[in-house]
């Protein structure tokens, strides 16, 4: 277990925000066990908490005072921050976990804020590349990223899931409140401009036009980043007569989201930017049939275990979500593709291939 | 490394999406054929996000708008601090510092505004803040193409024409054939817009190393079947394709009045480039001193551009440097006036009225590359 000779003494991780029910905190969380597993010291630092993880968590400032060149500082990298120029400097060993950021496209005029921090992501991460000993895409989309931004050193490991997190009981009380509702069209992730809310919610008032007029749209995911498009969203719902249909949920509990995906007809995303796409595969573990618009890193997730809609037409979409629906034959064999799929983010296997790729 | 940790299994029974989609999309069509996914259908899946700009509107398709649309964005800063216990000191140290320097601020930020706002309108052409210059140029290109095509007449069908109006091939090679001495023991002389391949063939039959090239891909390729080395390629494109003193004559005939002068000229100034010393140059075009034609048969193709008067012809090619420059005259008129005139003045203005209005019809300039 050594690196360049030397012995790696602890393996820190950073992320500007760490915060519960989010892919990627879950993702540092599973790793930090995995090396305190393997005997390293082991901790995740933020400069912000949300949530019930702040005592999970160490603010970032320690970073500066405990690192010695014996470390390795995994940084996570999502969004900007004035802080990667600060660690940056640390004399550290320094990796770089990419989970792709949000192109600044999608939140003009609706939240000018991530835009500029979108933009100074991609800014920074070229800048950071000659200071990074390894880079991991977490899909290979990223990976691609990576490599257009100058590293030179790369390799595509997918997130460490921690299902078991998945193998709890459903909460009731959503069981009863979806109790008698035919078709129930979920989507699990942030409300975020580019995941295309907005886009599902048309497709809603398709589906209920067309195919079953008690059809809702549950949403689940915190809105709590992006107040104007949610209120945006809402006023969309309304002005297309479909207040009551869809469902905005906020953050859950994992009994919550486990009800969801079990009471749900199929899984649809018509999201247009998703640098890995957890609740793709969540839907599979837990047998719910996925549907997606094929962008970014979605169609290596899904790998043929869901319907991959090679264009935005959400007619098709809808009608590909009805298809599955109702017929039971196609139902199971992409329940059966999914549950195959999941087996390849087998933790172990993700973890072992973590650990290569990091030299530990 | 792939995306694919640890090469999974290949999945039981492969799920042939394809099939499930178009099954998909076979129901969408039945529905529009039944008109249950109707125009207003349609419309909802079309409706905008409400209550403010339009999602993804900074597209660089359209920069213009986006532009129009930052100018009149607020800038929205939310001073709160959600931290726990010190949160509270976070938010009123913010507001103190913003209720400080908040009309410095406002000074610099109003004429950052008025300088966005006055180049925007610097730009501003039509009173709108959308000149639009590709699509402005695109349509100005669109339409200068479309006068090109209209001024020669490029939609009707060349073959046609060619057919009713078009020289035939022992006329064009009798043509040729007055020239065939001055050709004589060279080995790579270019015929422009070689057609068929008639001079071609003359030369071939004359033991006269020589080539052409023609716009019309047919034409090229009819050529290359009888034998005959032939490109397809616009003639000055081809000369500045040459390297300097590469050929040794040049044959054009019925070309210089397809073209602007400005093109002849430019073919004349490669001609000379490329022409090795001595080499002829031989212009056959339409003799429009002769009125019948000048204002008559010249005007038969429509896709002549402009006569060329047989003095000018040989003015531009003594400007460019050519030496021994002649012009002849051929294809004499079937119809004259009658001459038998007892009269001699009458008899010769009749003589004057017979080359005016029926003398040759076609001339050829010839020049030479001066010698070395």
């Known amino acids: ?360 | 490394m792939t995306s694919d940790p640890g090469s999974p299994p290949a999945v039981p029974e492969r799920v042939d999406i394809d099939a499930l989609l178009a099954e998909v999309r076979a129901r969408v069509r039945r529905k529009r054929e039944r008109g249950i996914y109707s125009a207003d259908v349609d419309a909802m899946l079309r409706a905008e996000l409400p209550g403010g700009a339009r999602l993804l509107a900074d597209d660089v398709k359209d920069p213009i708008a986006a532009l129009a649309q930052a100018l009149d964005e607020g800038v929205v800063y939310d001073p709160t601090s959600h931290k726990r216990f010190v949160g509270a000191f976070i938010t009123l140290g913010r507001r103190v510092t913003i209720g400080l320097i908040r009309w410095w601020v406002a000074a610099i930020l109003d004429r950052q505004d008025r300088i966005d706002r006055l180049l925007a309108s610097a730009y501003d052409v039509e009173g709108r803040l959308a000149p639009r210059f590709g699509e402005r140029l695109e349509r100005l290109e669109r339409e200068f193409e479309r006068r090109r095509e209209h001024e020669v007449a490029s939609n009707m069908h060349s073959g046609y024409f060619q057919a009713r109006f078009g020289g035939t091939e022992p006329v064009i090679r009798e043509q040729a054939e007055r020239f065939l001495d001055l050709y004589r023991g060279r080995t790579r002389v270019l015929d422009i817009a070689s057609g068929r391949g008639v001079f071609l063939e003359l030369m071939r039959d004359n033991s006269i190393g020589a080539y052409g090239v023609d716009l019309d891909q047919r034409m090229v390729a009819t050529a290359r079947e009888r034998g005959f080395e032939a490109f397809e390629s616009d003639a000055v494109a081809h000369l500045r394709s040459l390297p300097a003193s590469s050929i040794d004559g040049a044959f054009a005939r019925h070309i210089a009045e397809h073209i602007l002068p400005g093109d002849a000229v430019e073919m004349l100034r490669e001609l000379r480039r490329v022409l090795q010393p001595g080499s002829p140059v031989v212009f056959i075009t339409p003799n429009v001193s002769t009125l019948t034609v000048g204002a008559h048969t010249f005007w038969m193709d429509p896709s002549h551009l402009r006569p060329i008067p047989p003095d000018l012809f040989q003015f531009w090619l003594e400007l460019e440097g050519f030496v021994d420059v002649s012009t002849v005259t051929f294809e004499p008129s079937t119809e004259h006036l009658s001459e038998d005139v007892s009269d001699p003045v009458v008899r010769e203005n009749v003589r004057l009225l017979n080359r005016t209005l029926f003398g040759d019809r076609d001339y050829a300039v010839i020049g030479h590359q001066p010698s070395a």
């Open chain 1, 1 to 360: 277990m050594t690196t360049a000779g030397r012995r790696v003494r602890a393996v820190h991780q950073f992320h500007p925000i760490l915060s519960a029910g989010d892919a990627m905190s879950d993702h540092i969380f599973a790793l930090r066990s995995r090396f305190r597993s393997w005997g390293y010291e082991s901790d995740a630092f933020c400069v912000e908490a949300k949530g019930e993880v702040a005592a999970e968590t160490r603010p970032y400032r320690e970073l500066f005072r405990g690192t010695t060149p014996d470390d390795l500082l995994v940084l996570h990298f999502s969004m900007g921050h004035e802080v990667y120029d600060q660690l940056a400097k640390l004399r550290a060993r320094k990796a770089l976990v990419f989970h792709n950021i949000t192109p600044p496209q999608f939140f003009i005029g609706v939240n000018s804020h991530a835009a500029a921090y979108a933009r100074l992501g991609h800014r920074q991460l070229k800048a950071l590349a000659p200071k990074i000993d390894m880079a991991i895409g977490v899909s290979e989309f990223d990976r691609r990223a990576l490599v257009e931004a100058g590293y030179a050193n790369t390799a595509t490991v997918p997130i460490l899931i921690d299902w078991s997190r998945l193998d709890v009981e459903p909460a009731e009380d959503v069981r009863g409140l979806l109790h008698g509702i035919k078709t129930k069209l979920l989507f699990v992730g942030r409300i975020s401009p580019n995941k295309r809310q907005d886009d599902l919610i048309r497709m809603l008032a398709y589906y209920r036009r067309c195919i079953d007029p008690d059809a809702i749209l549950i949403l689940v995911g915190s809105h709590r980043d992006q107040p104007e498009y949610y209120s945006r969203l809402k006023a969309l719902a309304e002005s297309l007569g479909l207040t009551g249909a869809v469902r905005f949920t906020g953050t859950v509990t994992n009994a919550e989201l486990v009800a969801y995906y079990r009471e749900a007809s199929c899984f649809v995303s018509l999201s247009e930017h998703e640098g890995f796409g957890v609740p793709l595969l969540e839907a599979m573990y837990l047998g719910t049939p996925v549907v997606a618009f094929d962008a970014a890193a979605v169609g290596e997730t899904v790998d043929r275990a869901g319907v991959l809609l090679p264009r935005k037409d959400l007619a098709e979409a809808a009608e590909a979500c009805a298809l599955v629906n109702e017929d039971l034959g196609w139902r199971q064999r992409l329940v059966d593709a999914g549950h195959e799929r999941v087996k390849a983010f087998d933790p172990d296997t993700v973890a072992a291939r973590t650990r290569e790729a990091l030299g530990l």
